[in-house]
């Protein structure tokens, strides 16, 4: 079974990457650019059968490891 988490930051938390890639794609001409976030995305194998049970294991991951929950936000796939 595959899943795709993606992890953003949250809204309020500062993003000096985002900012630089908004700087660079204005510096490119691309002037239509309002903001730009960063973020992260893991595309991962699992050997689940069952969705539920990958889902949670994948909660799990992003909660210890994948993601910090502090100041990041994540969405879980199953594709």
Same mark, same amino acid.
């Given at each position: $079974?595959? /899943? ?5 930051? +949250? ?5 000096? &990457?985002? +900012?630089?890639? =908004?700087?660079? @794609? ?11 976030? &960063? ?5 991962? =194998? @699992? /050997? ?6 990958? +889902? /949670?294991?994948?909660? &799990? $991951?992003? =909660? ?7 100041? =990041? ?7």
């Amino acid at each position: $079974m595959k /899943a795709r988490v993606t992890v953003t930051l +949250k809204n309020g938390v500062l993003d000096p &990457q985002g +900012k630089a890639i =908004e700087g660079a @794609l204005g510096g490119l001409g691309f002037d239509s650019i309002a903001a730009v976030r &960063q973020g992260k995305v893991f595309d991962v =194998e @699992l /050997a689940h059968t069952d969705a539920g049970a990958a +889902k /949670a294991d994948l909660e &799990q $991951m992003c =909660e210890k490891l994948l993601a910090n929950t502090v100041i =990041e936000n994540f969405a879980i796939e199953i594709v």
